[in-house]
Structures are given as structure tokens and as C-alpha cells.
């Protein structure tokens, strides 16, 4: 076990929390993925709470027969909530927004940011500085 899974191991035995990892497919994940890889569903449970999300694993691993630890999930988690709007969240990631088809683009990601922030605040809200660590 490296350093970083002792790191997300000792995160969730410490906040009672555990993490459930099913794979779904070998397929695409991102809309311009052009080689396949690794999809799984995780569900991080805590307090009565869950959160559960799909997670694309690299194609590196994919490729190598690796499986993804806790680590790789809780270091992908957004650890604090996107400020501002759409335009906000583009210009502070990079995007470009050049047409309708690009701002419908930026505000699916948004929202689906949003929407993770909502989860790991509702499950890890009293420890989010040491979530923060693991990255």
C-alpha cells in the first residue's frame, strides 16, 4: 500500500465512512474519449449518508489491469464549491465559450460539479480541510 492509499485509508476508518466500488463497463467516458476505459459506480456512505457517483479510471490503468483504490476516488472528489455562475466557472477552469453549443457544454459541468460539491459537503462537511489533503 503506498503513502497516499494509507492517507485515504486512515480518512475513512477515522471518519466512519466506507467506500463501495462496483465496475460497470469498459467503454468511453468523456464525450470526446477516443480509447476506452474503466467505468465504475462508488458510493461513499458515512452518518446514515451516501453519496455515489460513476467514475471514469484512467486508461493508463485500464490498459495495465490496475484497479482504482479509495484513493484514486476521494482525490478526484471536489473539495470546494464552485463560486460564482457558468461564465465564473469557465473563465477560472479554462473553458471557452464561443457558441450556444459550448456555454450548454460548460453549464453540464457546472451543474454536475455543483452537484458532486452538494454530496461530499452533506457526507464530509466537519472535515473537509483534511479531505482537502488528500489529493
Known sequence: MTNYEQQAQDFLTKHNATIKINFLECAPYF?????SRNIY???IKRNG???SAKF???IANTENGEEPTPYDF???LTKCEPFGDVWDFASEYGYTIESR???KKVQRIYNAVRREWRGVERLFGDCLDE????A
Open 131 to 134: 479531505l482537502q489533503e488528500i
Open 31 to 35: 464525450s470526446d474519449d477516443k480509447e
Open 101 to 103: 453549443a459550448d456555454y
Open 41 to 43: 459506480r462508488f458510493t
Open 56 to 58: 471514469g479510471d484512467s
Open 74 to 76: 476521494l482525490a478526484a
Open 49 to 51: 449518508k451516501q453519496y
